[in-house]
């Protein structure tokens, strides 16, 4: 299933911003190494986006299928449309602590 | 181990408690059918359901109907010598479905298939308590 792969790039987000707020520290205290190797935060977060997406057009799709009557468990139209539930909100989840994130930066005193 | 792993299984519950039901819907159908493709009253049918290898934890795992079987017991034997399909004795081969049994079979489909949705909700609410961490 798609979603799994959303939910194995999240913790890699996390583990982004986590370095990057590594890295700042580390700047912060003189270091000289600052950001992170691997995918970048905006690719993850678009990947994570499209997953979502998929799954909601595959709620769509089952949804659609229900209503002209094809055969389709109406349970797995249910579930199909949980599961891109509950992924849209892990998603908005991990956007407002990105954002948080952001914002405390953005709040320092320069 | 997907996050949706045991949303998954609890699917592949949910399918089988249908098949179950698909099969007693058959059954109650056909209650009263003497004739059939293969000849003779009809059958009593019922779905065998396997387990899907996989340990719990490892994301895998579930049920899956394995097979449907016809029931091997004797048909009921009723006395209507008017009837096209009795034999030389006046006695039609009625088919082996009893109506409590099957009634009996269409509760525990109902509730097991309720029990499945409540595994599902069940996941659902520790997803959305995961992402509760951290809050407030």
Avoid: C, W
């Avoid at chain 1, 994570?48 to 002209?68: H, R, W, Y």
């Avoid at chain 2, 997907?2 to 249908?18: E, K, M, P, V, Y």
């Avoid at chain 2, 795992?61 to 399909?85: C, F, H, L, Q, R």
Wanted: proline letters at 4%; charged letters at 20%; a negative charge.
């Amino acid at each position: 299933m798609k979603i799994d792969s959303i939910f194995s790039q999240l913790p890699q987000s996390q583990s982004v911003t986590g370095s990057q707020s590594t890295g700042v520290t580390s700047s912060l205290s003189g270091s000289s190494s600052a950001g992170s190797s691997g995918t970048s935060f905006g690719e993850t977060l678009k990947d994570a986006v499209k997953n979502v997406s998929d799954l909601q057009n595959g709620a769509d799709d089952m949804a659609n299928k229900l209503a002209t009557g094809e055969p389709v468990e109406i349970h797995q139209a249910m579930l199909a449309m949980q599961k891109a539930s509950m992924a849209l909100q892990f998603t908005v989840q991990v956007r407002n602590k990105v954002l948080d994130a952001y914002q405390e930066i953005m709040r320092m005193q320069v | 181990m997907g996050n949706f792993s045991s949303i998954d299984i609890s699917a592949s519950g949910l399918f089988a408690q249908r098949a179950r039901l698909d099969a007693i819907a058959n059954n109650i159908a056909n209650a009263n059918t003497t004739r059939t493709a293969k000849g003779g009253p009809y059958r009593r049918q019922e779905v065998l359901l396997r387990a899907v290898s996989g340990d719990a934890g490892s994301g895998s795992g579930g049920v899956a109907v394995d097979k449907v079987v016809e029931s091997t017991d004797p048909p009921k034997m009723v006395y209507e010598p008017g009837n096209p399909d009795a034999d030389s004795a006046g006695y039609v081969a009625m088919p082996n479905v009893n109506p409590v049994q099957e009634m009996v079979d269409m509760i525990t489909a109902t509730r097991a298939y309720e029990a499945n949705i409540q595994a599902v909700n069940a996941a659902r609410t520790m997803a959305s308590k995961a992402l509760e961490i951290g809050k407030g």
